[in-house]
């Protein structure tokens, strides 16, 4: 399973396909928008999303 590193923690790809471009998005520009509360609530959307979308199968 892929996955990418922040500062603070490890993003695994998304068990669910729809989250897929949201994922690309944060990997592209981790670099650029790393340590900002955008990228920080981004990621934790992504998280969310993904983790709600995981219990529903």
């Known amino acids: ?11 695994w790809s998304p068990h669910n396909p729809a989250l897929e471009a949201l994922y690309n998005f944060l990997e592209k520009h981790r670099e650029l928008l790393e340590g900002s509360s955008l990228y920080e ?6 998280e969310n999303l993904d983790e ?3 219990e529903e199968k």
């Open 1 to 11: 399973m892929p996955y990418f590193h922040t500062k603070n923690k490890t993003i």
């Open 41 to 46: 609530n981004l990621t934790e959307i992504y």
């Open 52 to 54: 709600e979308l995981k």
